[in-house]
């Protein structure tokens, strides 16, 4: 098994994002007890890439919960945030999201707190304290309605 997880951006208590995820990362994310993935990435998004099935495969034999709630900034919708929003009310803590860099998921996760109420200029501060730009956070929600 690995011995280094992948870096981890804890946007929440209990909740972090993370770039692409191989089977090592979902190993070593097992060793350090994560209970919940969530993968925001398309299959085919790049050569080699995990599919999810395979990675679904993996995650549940460690015993981690898997979801796959595949977005792209284009694709991205209401019921993609009401599918984020169901996984974190009922999954199992702690819970990762990934995606290739990190930022789709961080983007999601935002969008879900700001329906809860909570302040956009303060979800895109606590995503660029980890390097993540979701600057564009106001204007999704606004296309989403």
Known sequence: MSS??????ELAPGISAAGALGRGDIEALAEAGIRTIVNNRPDGEDFGQLPAADARSIAEALGIAYHHIPVTAASLTREDVD???AVLATAPAPIVLHCRSGTRSSLLWALVRLRDGDDPSALVAQAARHGIDIAALPAIAARLG
């Open 83 to 85: 599918a984020l929003a």
């Open 4 to 9: 280094s997880s992948p870096a981890l951006a």
